[in-house]
């Protein structure tokens, strides 16, 4: 009986930190939202 819970508690936590993992990277890939605009790169280089 331990075992299982053991078991199924281990399952447990391997779902939640692939869950984690997965709302990590979706929410800080690169995409044109978080990039400045390009007036702002160009008064930076000037």
């Known amino acids: 009986m331990k075992k299982k819970i053991l078991t199924a508690l ?6 939640a930190a ?12 690169k995409s044109n939202d978080n990039l400045p605009a390009l007036s702002v790169i160009t008064e930076i280089m000037e």
């Open 18 to 29: 692939a869950v984690g993992a997965w709302f990590y990277g979706y929410y800080h890939r």
């Open 10 to 15: 281990l399952l447990i936590f391997i779902f």
